[in-house]
T-cell receptor, first 111, second 111 residues
Framework: QKEVEQNSGPLSVPEGAIASLNCTYS??????FFWYRQYSGKSPELIMS????GDKEDGRFTAQLNKASQYVSLLIRDSQPSDSATYLC???????????FGAGTTVTVRA | DADVTQTPRNRITKTGKRIMLECSQT?????MYWYRQDPGLGLRLIYY???????NKGEISDGYSVSRQAQAKFSLSLESAIPNQTALYFC??????????FGPGTRLTVL
């Protein structure tokens, strides 16, 4: 079982719609959760971090965490063509542990 | 100036050659990491270092070695490059308890 699993996609959404990305993780001791965005050929950049159960909103992005079910999700509202990228979910057990990354979900926003 | 820099940005080499990838950072972070990224496999950790005297193997360290020359510099070496080491390589840095910040990447091709 992979530590962090994501649907690879591609996820195609029309411009203005909501894109919903899911991520599950295997280690119940995981404490920190991150979403990175990566454009083709570029480096990952952090867009959201979440540490507690519930929702966290930042602009058009909302991260949702459910530790009991071991999943974290990312919603992108009012999707724009510039949101077309691969989104990486990353999980960390504690401050002295490494990040574990999912393989990423590719999102395409069509005009 | 970029906070995390990698050199070279692109490299083509031949099987059996020794090659070094370099990473420098001006963020003042004590932790540094080397990842490789392959299509469909996501980011995989090669080595990580929590400080100058602390270096640890990651998931896929075979065929690689590292050197932490200073807090700001972390180099990755391929002693005898082979074609399946063709990949995109990323350096990342962090503080304890913080997320990771990635360099721009090095695209390595081994013929």
């Amino acid at each position: 079982q992979k530590e962090v699993e994501q649907n690879s996609g591609p996820l195609s959404v029309p411009e203005g719609a909501i894109a919903s990305l899911n991520c599950t993780y295997s280690d119940r001791g995981s404490q920190s959760f991150f979403w990175y965005r990566q454009y083709s050929g570029k480096s990952p950049e952090l867009i959201m971090s979440i540490y507690s159960n519930g929702d966290k909103e930042d602009g058009r992005f909302t991260a949702q965490l459910n530790k009991a079910s071991q999943y974290v999700s990312l919603l992108i509202r009012d999707s724009q063509p510039s949101d077309s990228a691969t989104y990486l979910c990353a999980v960390r057990k504690g401050n002295d542990y490494k990040l574990s990354f999912g393989a990423g979900t590719t999102v395409t926003v069509r005009a | 100036d970029a906070d995390v820099t990698q050199t070279p940005r692109n490299r083509i080499t031949k099987t059996g050659k020794r090659i070094m990838l370099e990473c420098s950072q001006t963020k003042g972070h004590d932790r540094m990491y080397w990842y490789r990224q392959d299509p469909g496999l996501g980011l995989r950790l090669i080595y990580y270092s929590f400080d100058v005297k602390d270096i640890n193997k990651g998931e896929i360290s075979d065929g690689y070695s590292v050197s932490r020359q200073a807090q700001a510099k972390f180099s990755l070496s391929l002693e005898s490059a082979i074609p399946n080491q063709t990949a995109l390589y990323f350096c990342a840095t962090s503080r304890r308890g913080d997320t990771q910040y990635f360099g721009p990447g090095t695209r390595l091709t081994v013929l």
